[in-house]
């Protein structure tokens, strides 16, 4: 069976695509039934080099000609941005054509509307390769899991922050030069920000929650903090307490309601996420039913996402040669996403104080106004240059940072070095 498609984006994934579907076109065919034809191929820049060689007049620099091209049945999105990616599959989708799509920006955005306008149309909007690049993991999620209870997500969701957090904890190097080597090996974009800052995980912690709980949760909604300001010497202190430092989404469905966060989070050392090194990504789903499952595989990189999309291609094929109208692989119920200062936290914290008698009491005093209850708290160096460590039980956000001022305002702190959440109880330090 014959399917014709489009693809809106020839760069890493698009180049990776092109090559895997042409160099095993046989294969593919063989595999699953299919002939998949390349019809059209949309760019920025048309005189370009390309990785790959395509039939003349397949090439164009007009993304909507090809959406509207009859030879063109079914569209793949791999462009990138909001603008004009999300028109160009709504045009796509109102025309009756499916589309897969590997744009975790695109659908934290513009999702919820995307998957109404699909579901009208009676055709599949397939986004496997969003998140987690080659990990299958939204099929799991809104499929496999469909009718499960999902209490909780835990995720490492960008590769390039996981391989400069693991160059940390390993070989001790610092955050700059960490993030130069991941640019130098390529995992790291020229402009990383989007990476280091959490914006690329919080678009994913979003979606996965969205899957998870069945309420769309708009990526404004989650709150997200980057690994930028983070410090070689917590990385060592978590090491020496048997914790890992990892940029975690955690995505919680409680009584009270949903929240979604991405932050550095001490992650205890024989927690299953503990051990996903360098650019892997892995996705810890927690639920009664099937208690824990874990995910884990590449996260980014063209071939194991154009992996993803292929997968997405041929089983919106499928549905579009079996000619029957698609229901959406979710409902979106209304829920209640919940204030992050109302979410319950455990906090490990670093303050630089002065070293003289009573300064403790001070700092205890004000967790106590605050009714932060302290787990451990302990003591590097000592005279003019006292370190306290301080770990948390577990509280609402707003007394944590209720405490923080009251702290930062103490004249015998002289700075908070950093504070990090930790996942589990918290480290109590073998003194
Ligand atoms: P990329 O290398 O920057 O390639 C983007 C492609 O889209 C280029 O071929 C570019 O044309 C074309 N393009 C961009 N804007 C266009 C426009 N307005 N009109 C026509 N063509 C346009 O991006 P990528 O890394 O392949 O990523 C593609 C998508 O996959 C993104 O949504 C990304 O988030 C997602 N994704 C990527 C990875 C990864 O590891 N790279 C992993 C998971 C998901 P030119 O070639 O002419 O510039
Ligand atoms: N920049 C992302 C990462 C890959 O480092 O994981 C695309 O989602």
Redesign the pocket.
């Given at each position: 069976m014959r399917v014709g498609i489009g693809i809106l984006g020839f760069g890493t994934v698009g180049g990776a695509l092109l090559r895997k579907l042409i160099e095993e076109n046989a294969s593919i065919s063989t595999k699953t039934g299919l002939e998949i034809e390349v019809e059209k191929v949309a760019v920025r820049d048309i005189g370009k080099l390309r990785s790959v060689a395509l039939r003349d007049g397949v090439l164009t620099d007009d993304p909507m000609e090809l959406v509207n091209d009859p030879a063109v049945q079914l569209v793949v999105e791999i462009m990138g941005g909001e603008d004009p990616a999300g028109d160009l599959v709504a045009a796509a989708l109102r025309a009756g054509k499916p589309v897969v799509t590997?744009n975790?920006a695109l659908i934290a955005a513009r999702g919820k509307e995307l998957i109404s306008i699909a579901e009208e149309a009676g055709v599949p909007l397939l986004f496997e390769a969003?998140?987690?690049?080659g990990i299958p993991i939204i099929r799991p999620l809104s499929e496999t899991l469909a009718g499960e209870q999902i209490d909780r997500v835990l995720g490492i969701?960008?590769?390039?922050?996981?391989?400069i957090l693991t160059k940390m904890t390993e070989d001790g190097a610092e955050y700059k030069t960490a993030l130069a080597e991941?640019q130098e090996l390529g995992?790291?974009?020229a402009d990383?920000t989007?990476?280091v800052s959490g914006a690329?995980?919080a678009a994913?912690a979003a979606i996965l929650a969205s899957l998870a709980f069945g309420t769309w949760v708009a990526s404004d909604r989650v709150y997200t903090e980057g690994i930028d300001r983070l410090d070689a010497t917590d990385v060592r202190i978590a090491s020496e307490l048997g914790y890992v430092i990892k940029l975690l989404a955690v995505a919680e469905n409680t009584q009270d309601g949903i929240s979604v966060r991405v932050h550095p989070t001490f992650v205890p050392g024989d927690h299953p996420l503990a051990v996903i090194r360098g650019?892997t990504?892995a996705v810890f789903v927690e639920g009664p039913s099937f208690h824990e499952l874990l995910f884990a595989g590449p996260?980014?990189?063209g071939a194991p996402?154009a992996s993803a999309v292929l997968g997405d291609v041929v089983d919106a094929a499928r549905e579009l040669l079996a000619g029957a109208e698609v229901a959406p692989p979710i409902r979106f119920q209304p829920g209640r996403v919940l204030e992050f200062d109302s979410v319950v936290t455990t906090w490990y914290l670093r303050l630089e104080v002065v070293d003289r008698p009573g300064v403790l009491a001070q700092v205890a005093g004000v967790f106590g106004d605050n009714e932060v209850s302290i787990k451990s708290v302990w003591q590097e160096g000592e005279d003019d240059g006292a370190t306290l460590l301080l770990v948390t039980h577990g509280h609402a956000e707003s007394r944590q940072r209720a405490s923080l001022e009251g702290l930062r305002s103490l004249e015998v702190v002289r700075d908070v070095g950093a504070v990090i959440r930790v996942e589990g109880a918290g480290p109590t330090p073998n003194l």
């Open positions: 590997a975790k969003a998140v987690a690049g969701v960008n590769g390039t922050t996981n391989y991941a995992y790291a974009e990383p989007a990476d690329d995980a994913k650019a990504n996260g980014a990189g996402t």
